[in-house]
Structure formats: structure tokens, C-alpha cells
């Protein structure tokens, strides 16, 4: 059901249900049997009646379920379940198809909707098909739910599998392509605004699991990457980042659907897995009319608006793609009970510093905010102190390589400020206007530095069972490592990301329109360029004297910073 239906759909009795008079009409007491779209399925039949089934489509690569006879005589009122607010009808003259066309036009996958007699339409993606008594049938998985409706089962045989209340039967020919995907052509076809895919890469799909790639290897040149088309630079670059080299983000690549998923999850989930991230990992290289299939369902399925042509930054993408349709777990979760994808640093100017690093800046907005994060993220996401794409709260920001977040986690074991030992306090006036290690202290420590202050400390949390051993031992810090930086000038998006792991590790600059061929009619080219020696760079108070050009725009131009904890991800 579409989100901008505005009639109610409900059902009063079960004498309310409203059937499809055509397809009733097909369906005689002494000929009843249904056959699975799967060749290998068994065929349950009635002993009166052995004619052999018709079949519309063998899907090839989705799996379907099982047909079993749902049309006996006291079980005939409910085989098409129906709104009650219209039956079914067709929207368009439909002539009687042949077998091909009707894979040509509908098949399982497909988004369909669903027109009612009251004009009321019905949207969702085709879980089945099959025949019975020569009449073709669609189990169709609907949007949002519909008093009334199942789950995709009868007669005890789940026949496809979805939430309560989402499964709808009806006459194939009842169903039309979803027109809310219609206004954008196909992204297979050649002509797909008007770029000249037969000058370019191929870009096959490519379908199972391909691990992130762990070194640069012969990627960089032009026509490598993800190639921009029309504003997309703000999703090129952030895709790059998330899935070239690490793995940090895959688990979004393969959550198995669940029952309160969108019903286009699996679709939107296999074209950005097998269409873009395998692609990219296995031929180092993604066309854009494969990209635009991805924007065109997040156009249409998110509340984020011109996703396949307007400029956007990446926090409105991760929020269409990652907390919409794939409802990903936050990365983030703090101890104020709040849950977000990525950090904002919300900082005071402070005008005696040129140069901030994103640590500094980030321990002064958590003690600003006065809130810490619950636990070790995976992934730690954080946007730069600006605001829109001109204004900057500092010129420059150093991305800080390792990112130390151990007095950031609440509850794990901190270091007295003062002596080094087990702090079991914190004071949160002692650290004004220094870094949070400054706020912990010992008992004595305490004592001693608040004899003369008017301070109030609060206790820290720390596990019983680990104090004798912290005691004696050196506190463990706990870091994040840094691996990919998106920057913007002006309008346009770019990355910086590392390829690989470790302090040593190479890194590249990623442009997804570094150059183009012809004008109106051409077509952007990506372009990936070794930069071994930004590792380095990070690492000196200012890289700015010697730096080239291009990783100066690292300083100049940060937007957001991508952190990993790689023992943590692999627990995820």
C-alpha cells in the first residue's frame, strides 16, 4: 500500500470480503489443482481431476515456494483475499498473453500495483505465481498490512513467507508494473540518460560474496571506482569509503529480511550488494545506470527527497539507505539512551588553536555535551565542525590517525590524570578546557586536588572482579583507526580512503567525475590515484608545507571522517 494512500483499508466481518468475479468463475469444485513455480516442488491434486497443470514462469534466481490446494469447497470464500473496499479490477485492457509475455511483463521480483474498483491502489513486490485451473495467480507482498490479510500461507503450506497481514492473491493479470518506477527508464537500457554505455566498462553483475579488497594493487587509473552522474558525488564517494577496503560495514550487505522490513528490502539490499559492492571489489569498477537503480529505489522508498538528481550530503543518503530500508542497528549508541548513525561535533571556536585534530574536538564536544557512548562501536562516523558547504568553524582540521575513545566509553577502566593508577572519579571542572583524561582521578589523588576546590567529582563505574588486577597493571586504552575521510569543495565530493590496514597502509584519492567525455550526450570518468604517502602526512603536527596539493584538500575540505575498531567489527 502506497505511504500516500490516504483511504482507510479495513475489513468488518468476514461476509465483507469482495472477490474478483472473474477469477471465481475459474474456479470449478471438480477441478482443482496448483502447481509450485519450482520444477522440484511436490503437486498436491484431487483424485477426480489429473490434468496437468500450466506454468507462467520459472523465476532463475528466486527462490519461491510451495503450491498446495487451497480451493476446496469450504475454504472457496477464502482464497482471494481482497480489500474490503473494492475488488479487484484490471486497470488496462489486457489481451490474452502468451507464456513469454507474461515473463516479459510480471515475474516474482517484480513491483507491482494492484488497482480496486473505488480507485484504491495497492503496491507491493510479487512473492509468487502460479496456475490454478488455467487462471495464472500473483502472491503479491504489500507495502504496509491490510486487516484481514495473511501472511502468505494456505492450507498450512507457507506459500511465501511475509508479515501478517501483507499477503494479497489475485489474478495475474490483475497486476501492473508499479507506475511510481516508471518516470525513470530502466537502468539496463542503453539510452539511460543518454550515456554512451557501449563506449565504456563492462559492469556485470556479480551475485554471492566477494570479500573488501586489502591493498590498491593495479585499481588506480582512470575509469576505476564508481562512476558520477548527475549530483551523485555525494553517494559515490560514500560508498567507496564504506565497503572498497573493509568489511566494517557488510553485515548491511546480509541481514536476512525480517518480517518488519519493507518488502523492497531484498531488492534494494541484492542491487546495492550484487550491483554495486561486488562490482567494485571484484572489477574495481561501477557504471553509473547501475548506481541509478539504487538511487531510484531510495527516491522512491525513503522520505528523503531528489536522490536521483539533486545535490545531497552523505548523513541524508546513510539516512534513506542505511536506517530506512535496511533499518541497520544505529552504530552509535550513547549513554543518554539516544542511537545515531553519525556523530555531529558541536564545538565552541576556540581562537588561540589554527589546527584542531578530530580528537581534540571530539573529547571537547562530549564534555560539552556531557553524555558518553555506551559501548565500543564497530564503526564511528563523525562529521566536521561545519555547516552546510561554505561555512567552517576552523579553516583546517586534522584527521587524527588513531582515535583514542577509552574516556569516551562508559564503564571502561580509566587512568588517574595524576599518578597513572586506577581512577575511580571523574570531575568534570577539573578537565575545563582540557582533553577528558584530564578529568580522572584516584581517591588520593582526588583528596589531594580537591583540598583547596570547590569541585564535584562523580564516581566512575569499575567491575570489582577487575580492580586488584587494574591496580597493579597498566590501564589498556582502547582506539579506533582511521580509514577514510570525505571532503567536499564547493559542491562536490570526493574521498580519501585507506587501502588496507594498519599505520603503514597505502592510501588513494577517489573522484567519481575526475574527467569527462563529450558534453551533453558524454559520460563522467572515475578515477582512483595512489597517495602512499598520506599515512605519513597524518602523522606531522602540520603536513601542510610538504604535502602536495591534493592532500592538502585532507585539511581544507573535511566533511566527515570514517573510524573502524576492527576486534569489534568482527564480533558484529
Given at each position: 500500500m502506497s505511504k500516500h494512500s490516504t483511504a482507510?483499508?479495513?475489513?468488518?466481518?468476514?461476509?465483507?470480503?469482495?472477490?474478483?468475479?472473474?477469477?471465481?468463475?475459474?474456479?470449478?469444485?471438480?477441478?482443482?489443482?496448483?502447481k509450485s513455480t519450482s520444477s522440484n516442488s511436490p503437486i498436491l491434486s484431487t483424485e477426480e481431476n489429473q490434468q496437468k497443470p500450466?506454468?507462467?514462469?520459472?523465476?532463475?534466481?528466486?527462490?519461491?515456494?510451495?503450491?498446495?490446494?487451497?480451493?476446496?469447497?469450504?475454504?472457496?470464500?477464502?482464497?482471494?483475499?481482497?480489500?474490503?473496499?473494492?475488488?479487484?479490477?484490471?486497470?488496462?485492457?489486457?489481451?490474452?498473453?502468451?507464456?513469454?509475455?507474461l515473463q516479459d511483463e510480471i515475474g516474482v521480483g517484480s513491483l507491482v500495483e494492484v488497482a480496486t474498483d473505488v480507485d484504491q491502489h495497492y503496491y507491493g513486490v510479487v512473492r509468487w505465481i502460479g496456475i490454478i485451473d488455467d487462471t495464472a495467480t500473483a502472491g503479491v507482498e504489500l507495502e504496509e498490512s491490510v486487516c484481514g490479510l495473511g501472511d502468505g500461507s494456505r492450507g498450512g503450506v507457507q506459500l511465501f513467507e511475509c508479515a501478517s497481514g501483507r499477503a494479497l492473491f489475485v489474478p495475474l493479470p490483475l497486476c501492473r508494473r508499479d507506475a511510481r518506477f516508471r518516470d525513470t527508464p530502466p537502468p539496463d537500457r542503453p539510452d539511460l540518460h543518454h550515456v554512451q554505455l557501449s563506449e565504456q566498462p563492462e559492469c556485470p553483475v556479480v551475485p554471492g560474496v566477494i570479500p573488501p579488497l586489502t591493498s590498491l594493487g593495479d585499481l588506480a587509473g582512470k575509469n576505476r571506482g564508481i562512476q558520477g552522474h548527475h549530483n551523485s558525488c555525494y553517494l559515490d564517494a560514500t560508498l567507496f569509503a564504506m565497503f572498497t577496503f573493509t568489511s566494517v560495514f557488510d553485515a548491511l550487505l546480509y541481514r536476512p529480511p525480517e518480517p518488519e522490513d519493507s518488502p523492497h528490502y531484498s531488492e534494494v539490499q541484492r542491487v546495492l550488494r550484487e550491483e554495486i559492492v561486488n562490482p567494485l571489489r571484484k572489477h574495481g569498477y561501477v557504471r553509473a545506470d547501475r548506481v541509478m537503480k539504487l538511487r531510484t529505489l531510495l527516491e522512491r522508498l525513503s522520505d528523503v527527497p531528489g536522490l536521483t538528481s539533486e545535490e545531497k550530503d552523505p548523513e541524508e543518503f546513510l539516512n534513506g539507505l542505511v536506517a530506512q530500508i535496511l533499518r541497520a542497528e544505529p552504530f552509535l549508541k550513547l549513554s543518554s539512551g539516544q542511537e545515531a548513525f553519525c556523530y555531529q561535533l558541536f564545538v565552541e571556536k576556540d581562537e588561540h588553536v589554527s589546527?584542531?585534530?578530530?580528537?581534540?574536538?571530539?573529547?571537547?564536544s562530549f564534555a560539552t555535551s556531557g553524555v558518553k557512548l555506551s559501548e565500543v562501536p564497530a564503526a564511528?562516523?563523525?562529521?566536521?565542525?561545519?555547516?552546510?558547504?561554505q561555512y567552517k568553524l576552523y579553516q583546517r582540521v586534522m584527521p587524527s590517525?588513531?582515535?583514542?575513545?577509552?574516556?569516551?566509553?562508559?564503564?571502561?577502566?580509566r587512568q588517574c590524570a595524576v599518578c597513572g593508577g586506577l581512577a575511580r572519579w571523574e570531575c568534570a571542572e577539573c578537565a575545563r578546557g582540557a582533553a577528558l583524561d584530564a578529568a580522572a582521578l584516584c581517591r588520593a589523588c582526588l583528596r589531594r586536588a580537591h583540598s583547596t576546590r570547590q569541585h564535584k567529582a562523580t564516581p566512575l563505574t569499575v567491575f570489582e572482579e577487575y580492580s586488584s588486577i587494574l591496580e597493579s597493571c597498566p590501564v589498556p586504552r582502547v582506539y579506533m583507526e582511521l580509514f577514510a575521510v570525505l571532503c567536499i569543495e564547493t559542491s562536490h565530493y570526493v574521498a580519501f580512503v585507506k587501502a588496507g590496514v594498519g599505520h603503514d597502509a597505502p592510501w588513494c584519492f577517489f573522484d567519481s567525475m575526475a574527467d569527462r567525455k563529450g558534453e551533453r550526450d558524454g559520460y563522467n570518468i572515475p578515477e582512483i590515484v595512489s597517495m602512499k604517502e598520506v599515512g605519513a602526512w597524518l602523522s606531522e603536527a602540520d603536513p601542510a608545507p610538504r604535502a602536495p596539493p591534493l592532500a592538502r584538500r585532507l585539511l581544507a575540505d573535511a566533511y566527515m571522517c570514517f573510524y573502524r575498531s576492527p576486534d569489534v567489527a568482527m564480533y558484529r
Open positions: 482507510t483499508m479495513q475489513r468488518n466481518s468476514h461476509n465483507d470480503r469482495v472477490k474478483s468475479a472473474n477469477l471465481i468463475a475459474h474456479l470449478a469444485p471438480d477441478r482443482r489443482r496448483i500450466k506454468m507462467i514462469q520459472e523465476p532463475k534466481t528466486v527462490e519461491t515456494g510451495i503450491l498446495v490446494d487451497v480451493c476446496s469447497a469450504e475454504q472457496r470464500e477464502n482464497v482471494y483475499d481482497s480489500p474490503a473496499l473494492g475488488s479487484p479490477r484490471a486497470v488496462a485492457p489486457i489481451p490474452k498473453a502468451s507464456v513469454d509475455i589546527l584542531p585534530t578530530v580528537q581534540q574536538l571530539l573529547e571537547q564511528f562516523i563523525i562529521q566536521m565542525p561545519r555547516f552546510g558547504k590517525p588513531l582515535l583514542d575513545v577509552t574516556d569516551l566509553i562508559e564503564g571502561l577502566p
